[in-house]
């Protein structure tokens, strides 16, 4: 770009405003130059280089392992890049002594592909090797016993990754759950799952029974919980006898023992937050922070709210289906309110007219419900192809009072009422994130 200068007399300007432009346009006027006092510059041009023109961010970012905490150990600090790049290729040393070496040579410019090109170890499997050295330091710092590290040194990289959500000292206890049962990886996962998951479930049925610091109490309420969501007998005993093998703690056993026999022995039958209600298997399930996105398979279905009439339970879509190569889901009718929950038993084994009712208040529900459950919003999905009211204990959705409300078989019965807008399936609370008991900044290192 070229750059002119010229030396002349100050010019005078005017001004002249026009409707057209919010800024006046300038009009000047140049004096008259004599040759008496005027003198002739030459005109002088520089060479102004173009800035270059800005560099369009790439938006795809490569996979990169996190930085390493872990020190590198004593016999590899003075190997140059290629000396660590052999260690690396042919694996010279156990694992954890040179997973460390990984994320200096991608800060000197190895990008993940290339290091899985010259060292045959994939991106998946560096990252994999970097987190489980940052959980085997976290373990050695927590004074886990020898055998427990032995066992992981080894070759325990992918179950240690598995663990590396949880806080310090649930790993230390975790890690030596984990020995005691042989797990394979996807073990390890499911427990550090309900682990994690475990103070989130907070006033859920059975709760209290379970000790947290024990992983196999955290491992057996997963499995009761499976148990509750389970309409079919031999798959709920199934899932209660598997949950009574893995507890450990006395009062844990004891509540499982109590389902398994049909009675919790709080004289409110079993339907204090869930599960069965007096004999009745009415699921009651707390959605789970991010279950939804995890769900490979989900249910979608037409949402009315509790104040709505009961026209709109009818009139909601019946037909609502994934069609085509890409499970496109499409309705036979328009309809504003849509919820997606994940593909419980329960919910799956309605095929056609199922409807959801949103209520604000828990305590809408027809049995007696514990502190928790009062001013918790809830979802209640009804099966509108069984609308009979055939049992005593079951629990039917009707217009009362001109306003939507679920009530017990028996109850309808009493008042001459044969015949419901649809009988209740599953009752859904929301997921709720409690912070009291979340992992400090200094439990991820």
Same mark, same amino acid.
């Given at each position: ?11 005078t ?9 919010s800024? !006046? ?5 140049? =004096?008259k ?10 005109i002088?041009?520089?060479?102004? =280089?173009? @800035?270059p023109?800005?560099?369009?961010k790439n ?24 000396? %660590?790049?052999?260690?690396?290729t @042919? ?23 290339? *290091? ?14 970097v ?33 590396? *959500? *949880?806080s ?10 984990? +020995?005691?049962? /042989? ?17 989130? %479930? ?8 379970f000790?947290? @610091?024990? !992983? ?9 919980r499976?148990?509750?969501?389970h ?5 709920r005993?199934?899932? +209660?006898? /598997?949950?009574m ?25 079993q ?15 707390r ?6 996105a995890?769900?490979?398979?989900v ?13 709109w ?8 289906? !994934? ?12 309809w504003? %309110?849509?919820?997606? +929950? ?17 209520f ?10 514990? %502190? ?15 609308k009979?009211?055939?049992?005593d ?10 306003? +939507? ?6 109850a ?34």
């Amino acid at each position: 770009m070229l750059s002119f200068t010229l030396n002349t007399t100050k010019p005078t300007t005017t001004f002249h405003h026009t409707p057209f432009f919010s800024t !006046p346009i300038s009009h000047t006027t140049t =004096p008259k130059l004599t040759t008496k006092n005027h003198l002739r510059k030459p005109i002088s041009a520089t060479l102004i =280089p173009a @800035n270059p023109p800005p560099q369009q961010k790439n938006l795809y970012q490569p996979f990169r392992p996190p930085p390493s905490q872990s020190p590198i150990p004593p016999q590899y600090r003075n190997l140059d890049t290629e000396a %660590r790049l052999d260690v690396l290729t @042919n694996r010279l040393g156990q694992w954890f002594e040179y997973a460390p070496l990984i994320p200096p040579l991608i800060q000197e410019g190895f990008a993940p592909p290339m *290091l899985e090109e010259i060292t045959g170890i994939s991106g998946v499997e560096q990252n994999r090797l970097v987190v489980a050295a940052q959980v085997r330091d976290s373990l050695v710092q927590s004074g886990v016993d020898d055998e427990t590290l032995e066992f992981y040194d080894k070759g325990g990289a992918e179950l240690l990754y598995e663990i590396r *959500l *949880l806080s310090v000292n649930q790993r230390a206890a975790a890690a030596r759950y984990i +020995l005691e049962n /042989k797990f394979e990886p996807s073990d390890a996962q499911e427990l550090a799952r309900a682990i994690k998951d475990f103070p989130r %479930r907070k006033g859920d049925r059975g709760w209290d029974w379970f000790d947290y @610091n024990l !992983p196999a109490d955290c491992l057996a309420f997963m499995y009761y919980r499976q148990a509750l969501e389970h309409r079919e007998t031999e798959t709920r005993v199934s899932a +209660l006898e /598997k949950a009574m093998n893995i507890a450990v703690s006395e009062n844990a056993k004891s509540w499982v023992l109590k389902e398994l026999d049909g009675n919790d022995g709080d004289g409110e039958g079993q339907g204090r937050g869930g599960g069965v209600v007096d004999g009745v298997k009415v699921p009651v399930v707390r959605l789970n922070l991010g279950e939804i996105a995890e769900a490979t398979v989900v249910a979608v279905l037409p949402v009315c709210g509790a104040g709505d009439r009961g026209k709109w339970v009818e009139e909601a879509p019946w037909e609502c289906a !994934p069609k085509g190569d890409f499970g496109i889901v499409e309705s036979e009718k328009d309809w504003g %309110r849509w919820v997606a +929950l994940p593909a419980w038993e329960p919910v799956m084994r309605v095929k056609r007219g199922g409807v959801v009712v949103a209520f604000n208040d828990a305590r809408a529900l027809p049995w007696r419900v514990n %502190r928790w459950y009062k001013e918790e919003s809830i979802l209640v999905m009804v099966d509108r192809e069984r609308k009979e009211v055939e049992i005593d204990d079951g629990f039917y959705l009707v217009l009362s009072e001109d306003e +939507l409300k679920v009530e017990r078989g028996s109850a309808l019965k009493e008042k001459s009422v044969s015949t419901s807008l649809g009988t209740v399936v599953i009752v859904v609370r929301p997921p709720r994130e409690d912070d009291e008991n979340e992992i400090e900044v200094e439990d991820w290192e």
